[in-house]
Structures are given as structure tokens and as C-alpha cells.
């Protein structure tokens, strides 16, 4: 809850460990010592879902109650006391703790969560006392298909039911359930059933544990190893708020990061594999007629022949913009079409529509379709009109950014120039050829359906050649005789900011260092 | 305490060739000459390769020194930055690397002190702690004295002392096995008992030690080339203590009684009977002498922790600052987790900053250390004793002569990897 809503609603005074604070009424207890900085450790409670109160770690003790109540269930009411602290309350967080772990194996070596794991965090911070006792735990099955995306260990699984609420509540699919009892309890889905919506692997996410795991990352990286980078999920037009995770320039996951505007904490199966193409296919060099070419040579090859298009035929000349690109790409682009080559023929290209839902997923599978026709200046032709006019001649020479997979006949358009990230028919018609970075490789902002004008920022190294569009266009503008001089994705952004009215709200935001996922900042 | 005499040179006139007349030449200074640099290392035997003082020489009289520094810089304490705490303690043997033992304690001492456990370190490690100290202090002096000896000729001196260190180097090795980075100590404790017996074979040592030192002061203690080599050379009075932060045998060679081991007691320096000897002019015979009787006087703390040294547990007992038992490590999930979070996140310090200093083998080692509460120093910095000491050479040694470098600069016993850190 923000402190602007706050102020608007009614305030209960709270005394929290000898401290007073104010809090709006209905404020969940749990969530109003975390505000202030008091530490109490849960495994059940999550922001983004609803509190069964399962785990008895977030016991508090409230002045006037017979018992310790959770704190993640309790509103805050006026004049309550609360004690988050006292001998009692640590006793049985440490007792909690001891019956969580009497069953749980002993798999941090071989387990993917270690490292960020709540269970070893709230033990090292919490108990810190060794086992008393000696007798065999409880087995269960360690390998469980649970679903297309995800393995269930049950022996690991400390039941704080957080899965089955994300099917419940944010994918509205009720596939997971909890069967049998006591220390035999176990995860599972109804017999002959599969977790299969496509949200699922946000239970590996809200996990506290490593009971479920991610079949694509499993046993791939420990996460200790990985560099988290904030950036802007490419899948469709939503554009949730994602975390790259890379280790030694290969990105290893896509983890969903809040956002209370658009996505809150999640994000839908199919985001989770956009970086596969990242490092699939790439073209890293550039090439003429699909052939290894010095990069210069490439360059002056590109310019030499839209010049020669332009002088025989201006309205001959198209430009076709990707919705994939960034909107600094994209107007890099267009003051190229606009200023040096004077051509009017802008198409518009990109991913096929899709299937939608009304959670997160949009039809329109490009992240940035409103910021290119924002920049563009409305809607632009289509690539079925593109086809058309290259078959009937009206298109001579057509210069492309993005659109990999576009495919065009043999010798029609005569010139094809193509800045394009990965291989594939563009690549080998194209008349020349420059290799383009993808989202991941760029710093720069995608404009969402919703009109949010957000930051991707640069996870992995671009390999070979590969270059950000906007440098691509300006090296081409400077070959064409008039080069724009951008410094940096931040100037061409600036720029970009005082031209199109949807980006005057827009902000770069700070730069974000990659963060290391271990000490202070591990996630567990 | 009055001040000590200090010899006055007599006065001079500059002579420059070509310009002054035959008359300007002063008989004390002998033959005319002009100004020249003169770089004595960083490759110089007597310079132990790692530092370099460029002089001004007239004749053989040095007229400015300049102490350059900086030539066993590892980045010690950035390197910090990025380790666990416990991580830290391999780094900590490379800095006085002939008193690893030392260092390991002052560096555990400051994170416990950081951690508010200091009243928890159970009494034997404690007092093990003490002993393997005093070992170090007495390897550190006997390098000290043996290499300035050999660097004076005296070559016999420095095989009775160095073989005498060889033997308590085994002895360390016994109980850390490594014979010099020993990585011993732990935060809350030492990592391994002594081992059986061991005990008896230091008394045996120390009876051993006792006649290569008592060789080597019948060698060097009343031998006239030694002593023109030493007595009087160097002089740091007393009130220059003070001001240039001298600590250690050079401090107390002045006659200043300052001994962290006294002035704050720490471990259980405070239940065992030992005496700080000083000098009394601050030259380079008094730094020698001090340093030998240092020896004697830690051979005697040796004696009485031995006899004192308690039984009992050689660590905290608390899986959040030591590592589990490896049977339970391997056998429950809670040593296990603990076991995990120690090695891959650190000991969880809390957020503050600490002073922490100690009696080093060349006086008072410090460590400054931030915490912002994760499983790394958020600072870690040393207060390396023979980085101060060093810094006076730029006071003592202009007037001195090119060959009282040697001996003066032994006696303050600069040691690069802990003065350049």
C-alpha cells in the first residue's frame, strides 16, 4: 500500500515492539511491520496472494489475545500492541521451524533453490540450532512430472500451499492440491491431471523451497552464479517487468519482477523462453547476398545502393519498421527514412498475432507495436501490402530493421537492405546485411499496450559485430553523408522524449549496476 | 625521562664542485663532493626486495631519504571487499608472513568484537591462541635479528637463529599444517586442538631455542664490529613516539613501556606474568636488545600458558558462527543448511564498525573493520604496524651514513607484505 493512498484513508494507531506508528485501517499486520522494517519470516504469506495462515512462522503476540495470532492474517486495528519479539515469539518460530524441518531432506548440495532459499534464510536467521532428533524422516517421491514446465521433489516441500493459490488465484486454473495428512501430506495433482496453464511456472517462483523446479533450469546454474539485470519482458504487447538472470554472458532465466501496473509479481510460461532466441541463430556478422562481408564495406555497399535507389526512384524506396525494435531504434529509423533518404513507403512488421487471455497475455506478440506507430506517426502499411507491392514492382528497394523471418521472392525488391538480428530468409536475400542486438543486448524502452513507456536495459554482452539499431542506422546515416552523432541509447531516447508527445512522461530512470545474486543481496 | 643525548653533527657548508674554493672544505666532512641520488632497492639484498629508498648522498653521507613503498601491494584490504569474513583469513597469514599466527588472532579478535562474542570464545582457544601467538612474536624477532646479522656479516648468527624459527615453524605446522600461511584461527575460536603431545615437544623446542638465542647473544651482544654498527645509530627519542605513531619494539626501544598486551590486555594476557623491556637512547643497539629479551620474556608466556592451558572446547558452540561437525553436516538438515550458509553467504555480522588492535610482532597491529550486516566487510582495513615505523627512516636517516641504511632499516623491521598490504 503507497503512502499517497494511505493519506486518504483512515489511520489506526499501533504499537509495534514499543514503537508508535500509524497505518491506513485494514492494513495486513504482516505488511505493516515490514513497512517499518520489523522482520518477521513467513513462508505462506506472499504480496501478490491471499493468506491461509499455514505456516505459523509470522506468529505475533497481540496484547489482550490469548494466543499468538499470524501476523499475515490480521488486519491492523487502533490501539493494537503488538510483539514481534519477545522470548515467546522467537520460541516458537524456532519450534515451527524444527517441524518444518523434521522431514525435509538433506538436498542443499543437490537442490536448485539453495541460495535463495526462505527455508535455509529463516533457519540460519531464526533458529540456528542443530537437530535433537535422530530418527529416519519421512520419504516421499523425489521426482514427480508435475507438468509440461515442472518437476515437484515432495520430500522438499514444506506445504505452505503458495502454488496452489497462484493456480487458484492468478492463473484461475485449480490444478494443484494438497493430499493425505500430517507429516504424510504431500503436493499433487488430481490423478490423471497435469499443471499445465500457462502460468504455471510462476509456482516455482513463489516456491519457498526447491520442491518445484523449472525443467529448462534446473540443474543449469546455481543461482548464486547468476547476475540479475531489470528489463522489459519482448513476449507480446503486456511488457511485464521482468529480472534477466545471466551467468558468463548466457542468459539462464526470466523471473517475473513487481510491477503494480502491469503485471504485479507474475508472468505467463511462454515470456519465460524469449531469451532462447537470444542466443539461437544469431546473425553476427554482416554479409552481402548472404555472404561474409567486411563489415565497412557492408556499410558503404548499403549506402551506395539506397542512394542509387533513391536518385532513380524515390517512391520507389520503402522502410520497413519492426515492432520488435526499441522506440530509440525505431526513431533512429525514422529520421533516417525521414531526413537523409526522404522516402514515404513505411511499412510496419513483426510477430504474427497470437492468443490472448485477460490475465497477461496479449494477441499482439510485439513488445513495442504503440511506440513504433507513436513514432511513425500512425498506423503503418502491412506487411501483406508490403508483399503486394514488391510483386507488382511498385517497391524497389526496401531497407529493413528486425523482421528475421520476413521472406521475399529472388531479385524483387532489386535492393535489399536488411539490420536484422537472427538468421534466417532476410538474411540470405538481403542485398547487405548489418547484425543487429536483440532486447536483451540493449539498453533502451519498449512502449507497452497500455501506453507505459518502460526501460530494457542490457543483460548479456552483444556478440561478434552485433550493434544496437539506433548505432547500426546512425553508422548507415553517416555513410548516407549525414550523421545524427548519437553519443548513447540515452541521448537517442532524449531526443526521441521531446519529439513524440506519448514519451514526454517518459523517464530513463538511474543506471542499475548487475546485481550478483549472493550476500546481502541473495533472494533466499 | 629526560632526553636521551643525541650526537649533533657538527656544522657543514655545502660544496659544489667548480664553485667553492679549496678553503671552503671542512676537514669532518672529508673530501669535497657534490649531491647524488643513490637508490638503495627495491633489488637489494638488505631491502628484502620490496621496498626502495631513494638517498641524496654527498660522499657517503646521506643528506635526504625517501622511503618508497608500495612494491608487495595486493590490494589486500579492497580484496576484503569481496571474501567472506572468514575467507579473509588466508589473506590476513600474507601480511607480517613471518607472524601469520598474529595476525590471524588480531583479525579474529576484531570480527568478534564486531559480533559482541568476544566474553563467548571458549578459554581454551583462548589460551591456544596465546601460544601460538608467542610463537609467531618469537619467529618474527628471530628473523628480524638473524637477518640484520647476516646483513652485518655476522652469516653463523643467522643459521643458529633462522634454525631455531625452522623448529617452531614445525611446530606450527603440526597443529595448522602449513609451516608458514597458517589460516589457523576462526572466528570464535581456532580450528583444530593441539595435537597429542605436542605440549611437551614445545617445551623441548624452547629449551632448544634457548641456546641458539643465548649463541647469538654471545656472538653479536659484545662483538665491537656489531656494536660500532649499532650503538648510537638511528636514535628515535622519545618524544617521537608519539608523532610518527611508533609502536612495538621501536617504541620501546625509546623507553616508552607501550604494550598492547599490558596497556589493554586481551585474550588472557592478564592472568600471565611477563615484563615489557625498554631501551633507553631509541638506537639501533636498544631495538636489538629489546627484541631479544622479547624473546625470552614470550618463551616465558609460553611456559606459564602451558601450564595453564585449560581443557574444553576450542570453539564457540553455535552453528550461525562455526561450521558444524561434518557427521552432522552430512546427516541433518539443519547442519547441513547451516553448514551452506556459512560457506556461501559468511558469518552474519551486524551492521557497525570496530577498532580492533593487538600486540603484533612489530607493534600495534589494528584492524578497522565496517560491516552492513552481510557475509562480507563492507571495509576492512589494517593498521599495519611497520607502515609507521618505516615512515620515521625519512627523519633518521639523513645524516647517518650510506652503511648505517643496513642496520637501521633492519632494526625497524619493515615487513612488505603487511606494510603494503
Known sequence: MTVDSSQRMELVTVVIDGRTYQFPKGMNLLEACQSVGVRIPFFCYHPGLSSPAVCRQCLVEIKGSPKPVPSCYTPVADKMEVTTDSPKVLDIRRQMLEFTLLNHPIDCPICDKAGECLLQRHYFDWDGKLARNEGSKVRKAKVVDLGKHIVLDQERCILCTRCIRVCNEVAKAPELTMAYRGSHEVLTTAPGHRLDNPYSLNTVDVCPVGALTSKDFRFSRRVWELLAVSSICPGCATGCSIEVHSSRGTIR??????????????????GRFEHKAVHTSRALLAAMGGKRARFEDALAEAARRLRAAVAADRGAVGVLFSYEASNEDTHALARLAGEILGIERRYGGGKAAGWSDEILV??????????????????????????????????????????????????????????????????????VSLPLATWAEVDGTFTNRQGHVQRIRTAVKAPGEVAPGWRLIDRLAGALGGAFGFASAEAVFAEAKGRYPFMKDAAWGPPLAPVHLRFGESRG | ??????????????????????????????????????????????????????????????????????????????????????????????????????????YALAVEKLLGIGDRIPERAQYIRVIVGEISRITDHLTCLGASAMELAAFTVYFYLIKAREWL?????????????????????????????????????????????????????RNKIFRDRMDGIGIIRQDEVAAWGLTGPVARSTGVAYDVRKDHPYLVYDRLD???????????????????????????????????????????????????????????????IAHFKLIMDGIHVPPGEVYSYTEGGNGELGFYLVSNGTGQPWKCRVRPPCFANL??????????????????????????GECDR
Open chain 2, 1 to 106: 625521562m629526560a632526553e636521551p643525548p643525541i650526537a649533533t653533527p657538527p656544522a657543514r657548508r655545502r660544496v659544489v664542485f667548480g664553485e667553492a674554493e679549496v678553503s671552503d672544505y671542512d676537514e669532518l666532512d672529508g673530501l669535497p663532493t657534490e649531491s647524488m641520488p643513490l637508490q638503495m632497492g627495491p633489488s637489494h639484498p638488505a631491502m628484502h626486495g620490496t621496498v626502495r629508498i631513494t638517498l641524496d648522498v654527498e660522499g657517503e653521507k646521506i643528506k635526504t631519504a625517501d622511503i618508497q613503498i608500495g612494491y608487495l601491494h595486493r590490494c589486500f584490504e579492497k580484496e576484503s571487499e569481496s571474501a567472506t569474513w572468514t575467507q579473509i583469513f588466508p589473506y590476513t597469514d600474507r601480511l607480517n608472513y613471518v607472524s601469520p599466527m598474529l595476525n590471524n588472532v588480531g
Open chain 2, 391 to 416: 615512515a620515521v627512516l625519512n627523519r633518521v636517516l639523513p645524516g647517518l651514513f650510506i652503511a648505517d641504511v643496513v642496520p637501521t632499516f633492519g632494526m625497524i623491521n619493515m615487513i612488505g
Open chain 1, 253 to 270: 532465466r526470466l523471473v517475473p519482477r513487481e510491477n503494480p501496473a502491469v503485471n504485479r509479481h507474475w508472468m505467463c510460461d511462454e
Open chain 1, 362 to 431: 496479449s494477441a499482439d506478440k510485439n513488445p513495442n507495436t504503440r511506440g513504433v506507430e507513436g513514432i511513425a506517426g500512425g498506423p503503418l502499411r502491412g506487411l501483406d501490402e508490403l508483399r503486394a507491392d514488391v510483386a507488382s514492382g511498385a517497391l524497389q528497394a526496401l531497407l529493413v530493421l528486425g523482421n528475421s523471418t520476413l521472406a521475399l521472392p529472388e531479385g524483387k525488391p532489386a535492393t535489399l537492405v536488411a539490420l536484422t538480428s537472427h538468421q534466417g530468409p532476410l538474411v540470405d536475400r538481403a542485398t
Open chain 2, 274 to 336: 611477563f615484563d615489557v623491556p625498554v631501551g633507553a637512547t631509541g638506537d639501533n643497539f636498544d631495538r636489538y636488545a629489546v627484541r631479544l629479551e622479547e624473546i625470552m620474556q614470550s618463551m616465558r608466556i609460553l611456559e606459564q600458558a602451558l601450564a595453564k592451558l585449560p581443557p574444553g572446547p576450542i570453539l564457540v558452540d553455535d552453528p550461525r558462527l562455526t561450521l558444524p561437525a561434518k557427521r552432522e553436516t552430512y546427516n541433518t538438515i539443519e547442519a547441513m
Open chain 2, 169 to 221: 615453524w614445525e611446530l606450527l605446522e603440526e597443529v595448522s599444517g602449513a609451516r608458514l600461511t597458517h589460516s589457523y584461527v576462526r572466528i570464535g575460536g581456532v580450528v583444530a586442538d593441539l595435537p597429542e603431545g605436542w605440549p611437551a615437544k614445545l617445551l623441548a623446542v624452547l629449551a632448544k631455542v634457548r641456546v641458539a638465542v643465548a649463541d647469538a647473544d654471545q656472538l653479536l651482544t
